[in-house]
């Protein structure tokens, strides 16, 4: 596959089969991964690969710490900033059209609550990953972080594979943190679901909108 073409196949996949990923084929798309650039090469990422039953146990275990403590919801590090336009429109605009494509009306909470909670099945995808960042580490790590996770999906797209990035996994992070065993010094920073897609499933006809490059780029050339 030609690199533009996996840029525009790669989208995030929420419905994925049961077919089961071969181990080599996940190493073989961290490797990939890991050429990655970082700041200085200090390669930050740090990966927890959940498949089989270790996989079961994990999306069971935070199902059911989301379900005994809802409110825990909130991520061990400070993420998220305060949201104004253009992003909140933009994040509406998304929640529209997929929660539409999966039948959920506005202000139903409990299905909305249903849907998010598929995160945590990692939306049945056999692979699971738990990326996580030393807690020492400043913002600029972060960007590599970033780096990494698109080479790892686009390496994926290449392969014929799917995913979903998935920022739900730092929520309910305590639960993560002890079934996978993660040290304290370290931040869960978001999880990822690899899998092949569900061709069949509504949820995934979604096709994000994208600003056109004349919205986000200021030009200086005299
Ligand atoms: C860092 C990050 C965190 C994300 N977290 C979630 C998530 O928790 N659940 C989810 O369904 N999608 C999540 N997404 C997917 C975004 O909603 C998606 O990338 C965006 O809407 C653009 O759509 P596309 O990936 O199909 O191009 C996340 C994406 C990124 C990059």
Redesign the pocket.
């Known amino acids: 596959m030609q690199f533009a073409d996996a840029l525009r196949a790669?989208?995030?996949v929420?419905a994925f089969r049961a077919d089961p990923v071969p181990r080599e084929v996940v190493e073989a798309i961290l490797e990939d991964a890991a050429r990655s650039p970082s700041g200085t090469n200090i390669q930050p990422w740090k990966v927890h690969v959940v498949m089989g039953p270790a996989r079961d146990r994990l999306v069971a275990e935070v199902l059911a710490h989301r379900e005994t403590r809802p409110d825990d919801s909130v991520a061990e590090f400070p993420n998220r900033g305060k949201r104004k336009e253009p992003y909140t429109t933009r994040m509406r605009t998304?929640g529209k059209a997929?929660y539409g494509l999966i039948g959920i009306p506005k202000g139903d909470e409990a299905a909305g609550w249903e849907q998010?909670g598929r995160?945590y099945k990692f939306?049945d995808a056999p692979v699971g990953l738990i990326v996580t960042i030393d807690k020492d580490l400043g913002s600029m790590s972060y960007i590599d972080l970033?780096i990494f996770?698109q080479s790892l999906m686009l390496s994926a797209t290449s392969r014929g594979l799917s995913t979903?990035?998935?920022?739900?996994?730092n929520q309910f992070w305590s639960a993560t943190r002890r079934v996978l065993e993660v040290p304290d010094d370290e931040y869960i920073v978001?999880?990822v679901s690899l899998g092949y897609e569900d061709e069949t499933a509504p949820v995934n006809a979604?096709?994000?909108e994208r600003e056109p490059v004349s919205a986000f780029t200021t030009w200086h050339e005299e």
């Open positions: 790669r989208k995030s929420r998304l997929m998010w995160n939306f970033g996770l979903c990035a998935q920022g739900a996994w978001c999880g979604l096709v994000s």
